[in-house]
């Protein structure tokens, strides 16, 4: 369940016709907005029973895009696309944590669905689940952390170059719909130390970490690292 409150025609909080509390999701445009109305014209109306079925047509959108994601995975990935609303995001403002994600952003939403992601040269932490519906690569000097369930579509795969890192803290990474995926692919050079490991790439799997239902979970090329304790590969064509 997403529980929607409502925006004014402006980018603020719009009390009048939608409560805040701590149990909002996301929040999208509910004053003076356009409706069917009788006779083939329009109307301008306004209440969250406006705010709640714009919200019902981007889950709609994104499930065309990706009919894979669970109700769980929808949810997230509106609010981790909803942006800040400029009257509710800074401690000590009246709706401040009432508003839940903030306002909703169909076009960011959508893109989020996708399932694409640029190449990864920095430090980032995957806390949610997600769908990959791409290859992904992490390149030298990126490492990925991944803590939450990440479901990847066909046979799509993560690729560490030498002097990227991935990470499961924890995490799964799964197939997203029938067919199993690809796998990771761990790169390295043959002839450099693997000390220090910035000469190779590596994948870390830690804290009850699984590999599942993939065609090949890791595959070590030219002296690439890997490091697990108790065999997180689960269901998968070949583990290693």
């Excluded at 709706?95 to 920095?122: C, E, H, M, N, W």
């Excluded at 595959?219 to 269901?235: E, H, K, M, R, T």
């Amino acid at each position: 369940m997403i529980v929607v409150s409502g925006l004014a025609p402006g980018p603020l909080f719009e009390p009048a016709d939608a409560p805040g509390n701590q149990y909002i999701d996301i929040c999208a445009p509910s004053r003076d907005v356009y409706r069917t109305g009788w006779d083939n014209n329009t109307a301008l109306s306004s209440g969250t029973s406006l705010a709640a079925p714009i919200v019902s047509g981007v889950v709609s959108q994104i499930l065309s895009i990706n009919s894979c994601l669970s109700s769980a995975e929808v949810e997230n990935i509106i609010k981790i696309t909803g942006k800040p609303i400029p009257d509710a995001d800074e401690p000590g403002e009246t709706f401040y944590g009432k508003v839940g994600a903030g306002r909703i952003d169909v076009l960011d939403a959508l893109k989020f669905a996708a399932g694409q992601y640029d190449p990864i040269t920095s430090s980032v932490t995957w806390d949610k689940p997600l769908m990959l519906n791409g290859n992904l690569v992490i390149n030298s000097e990126g490492t990925l952390t991944l803590t939450s369930t990440l479901r990847v579509n066909g046979n799509y795969k993560i690729t560490v170059n030498p002097g990227g890192k991935l990470i499961v803290d924890g995490g799964k990474i799964t197939k997203a719909c029938q067919n199993s995926w690809g796998g990771i692919e761990v790169w390295g050079y043959t002839n450099p130390s693997q000390s220090p490991a910035t000469n190779q790439g590596v994948v870390e799997l830690k804290n009850g970490a699984s590999i599942e239902y993939a065609v090949n979970a890791v595959s070590v090329q030219n002296g690439g690292i890997v490091q697990a304790s108790n065999p997180p590969f689960l269901n998968n064509r070949r583990s290693i």
